[in-house]
């Protein structure tokens, strides 16, 4: 997506961002409407982390992509996946097992 993104005007940015959402929405739809019809606390849960989590954090992800190297920006998204074992135990104590630390499940 960052490198793609390059090619893209700045001003395009967020459509493209949205776009790729509507797409992955869309390709997802079969297996929403085959689960049971969500509750009032699925939607709010859908809201906090469709809206905040989620939309927030494409917000200022491509906030920041406007305003470094693609190279740079790579290599911070490919460092989230490495780093969220150590968010969750400074956040919630959870420690990690071996093969999390390992690189596996």
Sequence with gaps: ??????????ENYDAGLFWGNIFIALICLPWYLQSATPTLEHWALFFILGVIQIGLGYMLFNYGLKRTLAIESVLLAMMEPILNPLWVFIGYGEKPGLWTIVGGR
């Design 1 to 10: 997506m960052m490198l793609t993104q390059r090619y893209n005007k700045p």
